[in-house]
């Protein structure tokens, strides 16, 4: 076996990466797919058409339905709850479950509620508690209930200054179509 599983856990897919770590009470579905250097804590589970790419946290609680795609290097704190069915009703089906994306980078603080649908940016970081209804773009801030938008922030996670600068790293940035990314010199 090239991942770790431990031995509480139920785990029923082939498609897990290398050096990837399910721990106690996790279960995941047949047709999930996981990448490599992914870390599942504790009581989560993961349905069948789910793909979460490499270097992907997953902390405890967390359950993740069919028609959710995390991309590398996601965090997803405890008790995220996504969504897949705008209009759920017992024992009726959508023919198609809505898709809801997380970009590369981007870190969902726990206690979250992500809506079915939704795309959240690279690098984008989502505050804990939020209820995520819409789309959120690239290197942006969002918190409350519901999200807003409260900041610009850096790859590296620290909020922009006003001149879209980063204190920390002192990285620079732009709009390039409607688009916030790296300014290149």
Avoid at 56 to 82: A, L, M
Avoid at 127 to 137: C, E
Avoid at 150 to 178: F, M
Wanted: charged content about 20%; hydrophobic content about 35%; overall charge negative.
């Amino acid at each position: 076996m090239k991942y770790y599983k431990h031995p509480q856990s139920l785990v029923e897919t082939d498609n897990i990466g290398a050096n990837s770590r399910v721990w106690a009470f996790a279960h995941i579905l047949p047709g999930a797919v996981l990448g490599e250097n992914c870390n599942v804590n504790d009581h989560t589970f993961i349905e069948n058409d789910v793909v979460l790419g490499d270097n992907v946290t997953v902390k405890s609680g967390v359950y993740i339905w069919d028609g959710v795609r995390i991309k590398d290097n996601v965090f997803i704190g405890p008790n995220v709850t996504f969504t897949n069915d705008l209009r759920p009703r017992s024992k009726q089906y959508p023919d198609q479950f809505l898709e809801t994306i997380v970009e590369e980078w981007a870190s969902i603080g726990a206690n979250s509620t992500i809506i079915a649908g939704i795309t959240i940016g690279k690098y984008a970081m989502i505050g804990a508690g939020s209820v995520v209804t819409k789309n959120v773009p690239n290197n942006t801030l969002w918190f409350g209930n519901p999200a807003k938008f409260v900041s610009y922030i850096c790859n590296c996670g620290e909020k922009l200054s006003s001149d879209l600068v980063c204190s920390k790293c002192n990285k620079e940035y732009e709009h390039k179509n409607c688009i916030l990314g790296e300014k290149n010199d």
